[in-house]
């Protein structure tokens, strides 16, 4: 007797979720035109029996008009960064999940780093061969004219953030970037209610797009909210300069932060980091002197890290779903692949405020 194909089967056999296959088979809800295809295909070839012969069709039609699977010749989706992200780092999930959706279209992914030397001339990694890359994306690479030299290969492209590009032209690329404001606006609010009259921001602002707007979100909020203006309590040029923020820099720049924070004229009831680490950091460096968290001053970062859940006092956050921005940029690299001469998009992966010890006193 033959074995029934479900949709769960289909979802194994692709690395996609069984709501994703539903959403195909049944032409319901929105999915990307790429991975539709791939889903019918699929079902196809495993006798599906309840797929209907319209969508079969109609994904064989748009098949041949221009597939996404990997040719023999241009087969590498290469990830090109500044500083490879490391254990703690939310990129490492989702470059897990891009990795399963490229393999499953054929695709092999490479990663090359940056050297600081082919930042400054603009030049790509000499192990990297264009004939074999169809197609980049950047993660931790903020350098604003890297990034233009790379849209000038004509290569389909994706970036996963951006440099922050206020005083120059917009960068004409895709772009995948997580929500960054929408939970500091909550939890500031939150805090207003609680009676709360001072707030700081800590975090370089010029670092990178997410940086940039988590610290006016935290600016904007605090003015919305009434409290007292946020830029005097705040420390925007930390880490310091533009070199790389990377879980390991963190450390090494704690004794900086310090001091900072000691040259304060006055410190807020509340500070919002630029991210887990620099939030881990700060209450660090205010135990050093002598000031509790949260019982003097609350802090919260952003990413929820896994320290963000085992740090002490457990850190308030904004939780990343590093599984969807997998799912997203996969699904932006390939419809540029297919599609090469479509609009560049921005697009915004969902984000979840969770709170913790660090900003509970009670």
Known sequence: MAVKVTMQDIADALGLSRNTVSKAINNTGVIAENTKDLILKKAAEMGYRNLSVQNIASSQSQSSSGSTLASSGSNEIAMLTSAMPGGSHFAVTTLDRMQQIFSSRGYSMAFYRVTPAELQQCTLPGSLSLKKAAAIFCMELFD???????????????????????????????????????????????????????????????????????????????????????????????????????????????????????????????????????????????????????????????????????????????????????DLAAELLLSRIANPEREPRLTYAITDLILRESTNRS
Not at 147 to 167: E, F, Q, S, V
Not at 176 to 200: C, D, P, W, Y
Not at 203 to 218: D, I, L, Q, Y
Not at 264 to 277: I, T
């Open 144 to 326: 604003y004219d890297y990034c233009r030299m790379l849209i000038d290969l004509g290569i389909p492209l994706l970036t996963i953030d951006t440099p922050l590009c206020m005083d120059k032209e917009p960068l004409p690329v895709d772009t995948l970037m997580m929500e960054n404001t929408l939970g500091i606006h909550s939890f500031v609010r939150k805090m207003a209610q609680e009676g709360r009259k001072t707030i700081g921001f800590i975090g370089n602002m010029s670092h990178c797009r997410s940086f940039f707007e988590r610290g006016s979100a935290c600016m904007t909020a605090a003015a919305l909210n009434g409290f007292l203006p946020a830029e005097p309590y705040s420390i925007l040029d930390f880490p310091p300069g533009e070199s790389s923020t990377t879980v390991t820099s963190y450390p090494v720049e704690a004794e900086k932060l310090y001091e900072m924070l000691q040259n304060m004229p006055a410190l807020p009831e509340v500070f919002v980091c630029a991210n887990d680490f620099i939030a881990i950091n700060t209450i660090g460096c205010l135990r050093r002197m002598q000031i509790r968290c949260p019982e003097d001053i609350l802090v919260m970062g952003f990413d929820d890290s896994p320290e963000a859940r085992y740090h002490t006092p457990a850190l308030s956050t904004v939780h990343i779903h590093t599984q969807i921005m997998g």
